[in-house]
Structures are given as structure tokens and as C-alpha cells.
């Protein structure tokens, strides 16, 4: 079965891709939203940082926007809560999507909303802790657990590095006594950190390799060290690697950024190296949080809308 032409196929529906869809909305284009209803932040009982929104369960956000979509003013976005098995761009420049269920939709232009995955670091006891005590984002988390006497920043992987791994630190010094850098056995990072810790007594330094993070009934981890020391934070902080959702069969040779994080796009409005396509939210943008999302959400759509001006005008 072929659906009817739409103006755009939207791929993800989390903040960015209904942020996408309701600006076709207010040009009075059509669209189709897929959802998967696998998102990134479904472990996280509550998103932050968004305006009205803030403390509040990212699932009542997502059934809010849904329902601003089709159940008010407006009448040209279809919600398809169906992951796809395919997408292609046909020689007409148009594109070409298959659900699970073997349906066929067809888009003039796409709307990539579909997420990052995290990469978990080969460190014991990472996957237990995360998201409910390791953060990536002190906007989107921490607050709730200020004052803590002591937390930690894990400098590995993509903050195995002197200037993130401070930044971070010096981050988490607003929600913490004492802020202890954990550089997992590197002793060349520990030696280039010195220097811009030597000054802060708050500030730690603990070059002993890691062996196991241990969960605790509420938001603190216990890092156990190699050499049998054990030590109580209140939350750790660290960005992990990711690399963008594109979980699907599909022809349209997207070039990563050269950090690898996300899908190379063109500012403003987030167009990918393939004409017509457009990576927004987390999969098109360095910066991955909610509110973020949602403004290139808006972005992407304004995107869509005068390319699609434009075509017509052709």
C-alpha cells in the first residue's frame, strides 16, 4: 500500500521532530511523523532546562505535543507510531520510506529526527549507573543534587582530554563541596591536568584505574578503585561517544561531522550533504539536549518549508 505525496517524512518523534512538525503545521504543509517510541532519554524520570516544562516526565511532554498536533487547530500531520525498515531517495528527488508493516510513504523532502546512540564505556558497573547517576549535561541534571559533599568527573573516552575534563569539573564545582577527576590509570592526562588543578583545593585528581562503579538505592555511586579503595559521589559526570540513529536500510550517503557525533549539516536549518534532507536534534547537532532539540526542530521545518518554495517557484 502507497500513502498519498506528502510535503515532508519525518523521521523520530522526540522533542526535535515534533518541533519539526509543528512548524509545517503553521505553513499548512503536510507531514508524517514515524515513531519508533524508542527514545534516549527513556530511562530519565524527568526532563529539564525547557521552559513550562522543566521537572517534568519527558512522556507527558511528548503526549502533549502530540496532541497539539492533531487534536487542535491543525489538520495536515499524521502520527505513525511505526518504525521504518527503509528509506530511499528516488531519482525524482523525492524520498521513499517502508514501515515494519511493509507500508509505503512517500515525502518530497526528509526530516531526520532520530536520535543518537550512547556508546557505553568498557568500564564495569557504567551501564547500571546510567542515566540516574552519571550525567552528561549538568543543565539537564544535577541540580537536585546540590550541595553534595563530594562528586566526580570520569576522564575517559571523549573526556580523556585536559580541556573537557576540567570544563566539567569546574561545571560541577556549582552543585559540590569537592570535585575529584578521575582519569581510569592515565598517567600522561593526570600530568596535563596538573596544572590547572594545582591551585583549587576543591579540586582532585585520582589517577588509579577504575574497577567496578557500584549503583546505590538512590542517585550516589560508589567507585571502587583498582587497589581496593572505595569511595562514595554523589553523582559522576561524563560525555560519552555517539554516534547518530540511522537504524534503517537506506541510499542517502550522509557524511558524519568530523567528531563522528552527529550527521554533517549546514547551518541554520540543518540540511545533511544530500539535498533535501535535513538532520536535526541530537543526530544533526553537537550540543544533544532537549531544549536544544526543539529549536533546531523549528529550524529544520523553516528549512523544509522555503526549499519547498522554492521548488515550486522551479
Not at 512548524?23 to 527513556?42: I, K, M, Q
Not at 563541596?177 to 590547572?196: F, K, R
Request: with cysteine; hydrophobic share 40%.
Amino acid at each position: 500500500m502507497t500513502t498519498p505525496l506528502f510535503d515532508c517524512l519525518i523521521v523520530g518523534g522526540g522533542p526535535a521532530g515534533l518541533a519539526a512538525a509543528l512548524g509545517l503545521c503553521r505553513a499548512v504543509r503536510t507531514a508524517v511523523v514515524f515513531d519508533s517510541r524508542s527514545y534516549r532519554n527513556s530511562l530519565t524520570e524527568h526532563m529539564h532546562n525547557v521552559s513550562t516544562w522543566d521537572h517534568a516526565k519527558p512522556q507527558d511532554y511528548r503526549a502533549a505535543a502530540r496532541r497539539e498536533l492533531t487534536e487542535g487547530r491543525y489538520n495536515t500531520v499524521t502520527l505513525a507510531d511505526v518504525a521504518l525498515q527503509k528509506v530511499y531517495k528516488l531519482d525524482s528527488g523525492e524520498f521513499e520510506a517502508t514501515d515494519v508493516g511493509g507500508k509505503t510513504w512517500r515525502g518530497k523532502k526528509l526530516v531526520l529526527a532520530t536520535g543518537v546512540k550512547d556508546e557505553i564505556p568498557a568500564v564495569q558497573g557504567y551501564a547500571d549507573c546510567w542515566p540516574k547517576s552519571i550525567y552528561h549535561c549538568l543543565f539537564c541534571h544535577g541540580f537536585e543534587e546540590k550541595g553534595s559533599p563530594s562528586v566526580g568527573v570520569l576522564a575517559i573516552g571523549p573526556t580523556a582530554n585536559p580541556k573537557p575534563a576540567e570544563h566539567l569539573a569546574r561545571l560541577a564545582h556549582n552543585l559540590a563541596e569537592s570535585v575529584t577527576i578521575y582519569t581510569n590509570g592515565d598517567e600522561v592526562l593526570a600530568e596535563q591536568l596538573q596544572p590547572a588543578i594545582e591551585k583549587d583545593q576543591w579540586l582532585h585528581l585520582d589517577t588509579r584505574p577504575i574497577k567496578q562503579l557500584h549503583k546505590t538505592d538512590g542517585v550516589p555511586v560508589k567507585v571502587e578503585l583498582q587497589d581496593g579503595t572505595e569511595k562514595m559521589e554523589g553523582f559522576l559526570v561524563h560525555a560519552m561517544k555517539t554516534t547518530p540513529v540511522l537504524d534503517f536500510e537506506n541510499n542517502l550517503e550522509l557524511e558524519l561531522s568530523p567528531q563522528g557525533s552527529e550527521f554533517k549539516t549546514s547551518a541554520p536549518f540543518g540540511e545533511t550533504t544530500t539535498r533535501g534532507c535535513f538532520a536535526t536534534g541530537d543526530c544533526g547537532m553537537a550540543i544533544k539536549a532537549a531544549s536544544m532539540s526543539m529549536s533546531h526542530g523549528s529550524l529544520a521545518a523553516v528549512g523544509v518549508v522555503s526549499q519547498l518554495a522554492f521548488d515550486e517557484k522551479a
